[in-house]
């Protein structure tokens, strides 16, 4: 079982940087794909990149990508979200998720087994 912390949420202008990290707990940290998830009033989870349990490979969403990295540190059992030019687009709460040594590394929420209590991203025009 793995516990996860976000952190890194805040209040930035559209055109800003943020980096999000999510924190776990547990020995085991390598063996979880990890992937970040948000969620906007009133719209559904939408996936916003993932990280296979052996970094070696990263998947974006297309709204997000070219200006977003997600990496891991294995070992300070950490996953990070890099998000640059933030748009309006943009404010949601961020997940992060962890799905058990998956065969594939899918962007769907219902296929992550763990996950953190979120943390508020907020963009000013």
């Known amino acids: 079982q793995v516990q996860l912390v976000e952190s890194g949420g805040g209040l930035v202008q559209a055109g800003g940087s943020l980096r999000l990290s999510c924190a776990a707990s547990?020995?085991?940290?390598?063996?979880?794909?990890m992937g970040w998830f948000r969620q906007a009033p009133g719209k559904e989870r939408e996936f916003v990149a993932a990280?296979?349990?052996?970094?070696?490979?990263?998947y974006y969403a297309d709204s997000v990508k070219g200006r977003s990295t997600i990496s891991r540190d294995d070992a300070k059992n950490t996953v990070y979200l890099q998000m640059n030019s933030l748009t309006t687009e943009d404010p949601a709460v961020y997940f992060c998720?962890?799905?058990?040594?998956?065969?594939?590394?899918?962007?769907?929420?219902?296929?992550?087994?763990?996950w953190g209590q979120g943390t508020q991203v907020t963009v000013s025009p």
């Open positions: 998720a962890a799905d058990y040594l998956p065969r594939t590394v899918k962007p769907r929420p219902e296929a992550y087994d763990y």
């Open positions: 547990g020995r085991t940290f390598s063996s979880y794909a």
């Open positions: 990280i296979s349990w052996s970094a070696g490979s990263t």
